[in-house]
Structure formats: structure tokens, C-alpha cells
């Protein structure tokens, strides 16, 4: 069977070493997404919608691929906390989130640009924060410089020492691109992983 061509539309490291996992060839293409919450937009839905943004943003330059999108927001109170950027946001996202329970909650797209369809999931995942001292947070920040990272947890790294637990369908979904949900929409498309 003739399998149309696979497309990530992220230049994240994270989601390619995860969907190198399904050993499946794929392509990169950078989607040049304004991610960008709307105006009166939930935490959730931005990412439901920034993950096919980003996924329909190379569709022009891959007409005939099934292109996976995903985007990610960590959300406390109602409120984003996107990547830092720098080591005081950092700083100030680790303080508020100890000890606290965060849904960092990643959308998932995969589309058909041939076809025009797109399957879009959610997938949350609960992580609780230790609980800790000024201290901690300054040595994690300056041994692991998470500021690309939502939340200013890197879990795939010394982040998992900052969390005291996390609940969710799929470990995957935490760094970036959940896996089982991806499984399930490449089936839709009738595209065999194993």
C-alpha cells in the first residue's frame, strides 16, 4: 500500500526524537505560526487550534502528506504559562506553579492535505509541582535552562526532580507530542505503524 508522505510541522527536537520513535519516515517543516492566544480564547482551545494552525501552515508545500501539528500550554487559574524565555520568567513560573497542580494540555493535529481533513484531539495531563524552596528552583534553572519549555519543566530532563506527580493518558503528551493519540488518528488514515 502507498502510504502518503509524513509531515511534522515543528522544528521542536523533543517532538522529532518522539515521532522517531514510531519509525516511520517523515519530513520537518517549520510552520511560522503566530501562537498567539485570541482574544477571550480558553487555555485548551488555543492549543486545539494552534495545533492545526500549525499542521495547515505547510500544507501548501506538502499537498499530498498527512501533516501532524501540536502545540502545548501549561494552565493554572484559568492563566497560560507559555515557554519563559528567560531565567527571572522562569524564576516567577516555577514560584507560583509549587506545589500546585498544572494541566499542561496538548493539542494534536493530524491532517490530510490531500483531502482537506483534519482530526484535532486534546490530551491533558496533570502535573503536580513539588513544593519547592527559592533554593531549588534557582539550582533547576541554572543546571537545566528550561526556557523553551512550557512551564519551565523540562520532564525529559532534570524537570522530573520538580514534579511530584503527574496524571494523563500518555507520558508523551508532557513533552510535546502524545504518541498514543498520534497512533490512534494515523490509523484513522489508514496508515499502518507496525
Known amino acids: 500500500m502507498n502510504r502518503p508522505p509524513l509531515v511534522l510541522a515543528s522544528t521542536s527536537p523533543f517532538r522529532r526524537e518522539l515521532l522517531g520513535r514510531l519509525g516511520l519516515p517523515f519530513d520537518i517543516a517549520s510552520p511560522d505560526t503566530d501562537e498567539a492566544p485570541l482574544p477571550g480564547e480558553m487555555p485548551e482551545a488555543t492549543a486545539l487550534r494552534l495545533s492545526e494552525a500549525k499542521a495547515r501552515a505547510v500544507a501548501d508545500r506538502f499537498p499530498q502528506a498527512l501533516i501532524i501539528g501540536s502545540d502545548q500550554v501549561a494552565v493554572l487559574d484559568g492563566k497560560i504559562y507559555g515557554k519563559p524565555g528567560s531565567h527571572e520568567r522562569a524564576v516567577d513560573q516555577l514560584r507560583t506553579m509549587r506545589g500546585r497542580t498544572v494541566n499542561f494540555f496538548t493539542g494534536l493535529c493530524l491532517f490530510n492535505a490531500a483531502t482537506g481533513t483534519a482530526h484535532v484531539r486534546g490530551i491533558p495531563t496533570l502535573v503536580t509541582f513539588r513544593d519547592l524552596s527559592d533554593d531549588e528552583i534557582e539550582n533547576y534553572l ?53
Open 142 to 194: 541554572r543546571r537545566e535552562q528550561p526556557y523553551n519549555c512550557a512551564g519551565s519543566a523540562k520532564s525529559e530532563g532534570l524537570g522530573i526532580a520538580v514534579i511530584a506527580r503527574m496524571q494523563g493518558d500518555d507520558p508523551n503528551a508532557l513533552v510535546g507530542l502524545p504518541l498514543i493519540a498520534l497512533c490512534d488518528l494515523l490509523r484513522e488514515e489508514s496508515v499502518a505503524i507496525l
